[in-house]
């Protein structure tokens, strides 16, 4: 048995912070001086597009919500059991065990919340919790890294959300064959292996005096 050190308290401006309150003020500082929010937009023209989308959207009726206790099942699936719960402090593992008048109730929530659009604002806030990098000062907030605990039944019903998109983007045919991100079986090795085969049918298709000297670059559209 190796006894561990207690880390000291992170310090902050004012001195060493004790107090839970303390410390948790001395990092919320430490991260507002790292990131700022963004009040001018980059790309005005998008954010124009987005608006005029957004408020298409909201003027249309919506259908009636189709989601059934079969698909949250299915979607309750894909879970990760041995995921931290977030602010409510209801864990994955709970979702599992859940009687089926529960469930029934969850995917009233659910299609309320689709046939009102609007996500409540409980399921929007985040447990955060501070963690410390291996090898650094632990008297200073700069070396904790935070990692945010959203909660369960929230992100259970983004994942139906995500599954409802890719079902309508796919019948409409607005889906690229190359793009691969929050697809299933679409992985980051299957991405490469599919730019591996493109570059090597590329090199041994051209022409040695077509192929590009050193330094300069070489240009090759991906969606081909």
């Known amino acids: 048995m190796i006894r561990v050190p207690t880390p000291s308290p992170p310090g902050h401006p004012g001195g060493i912070a004790h107090s839970d309150s303390e410390k948790a003020e001395a990092l919320a500082d430490n991260l507002e001086t790292q990131f ?26 919506e259908d009636e919500p189709k989601l059934t206790n079969t698909g949250y099942s299915r ?10 719960p ?17 469930v029934s109730l969850l995917v009233l929530l659910f299609n309320a919340i689709l046939l ?27 070396p904790y890294r935070p990692i945010s605990l959203s909660d369960r039944i929230g992100k259970l019903f983004e994942k ?16 690229w064959g190359e793009y691969f991100g929050f697809r299933p079986r679409h992985s980051t090795s299957l991405q490469l292996a599919r730019l591996e085969g493109i570059t090597r049918n590329v090199g041994e298709g051209a022409n040695r005096s077509s192929l590009p000297r050193r330094g300069q670059s ?7």
């Open 36 to 61: 700022q929010p963004v009040i001018d937009p980059s790309f005005p023209a998008v954010i124009e597009m987005v608006d005029v989308a957004l408020r298409s959207y909201f003027m249309t009726p």
């Open 75 to 84: 979607n309750q699936q894909g879970l990760k059991v041995n995921k931290a």
């Open 86 to 102: 977030g602010s409510n402090a209801i864990p994955n593992r709970a979702l599992f065990h859940l009687p089926q008048r529960a």
């Open 116 to 142: 009102t659009r609007h996500f409540p604002t409980a399921c929007k806030h985040v447990r955060v919790n501070s963690i410390l990098k291996t090898r650094k000062d632990p008297a200073l907030p700069s």
């Open 160 to 175: 139906t959300l995500l599954d409802r998109i890719l079902d309508e983007v796919s019948v409409r045919g607005q889906m």
């Open 218 to 224: 070489f240009r090759y559209r991906l969606d081909r």
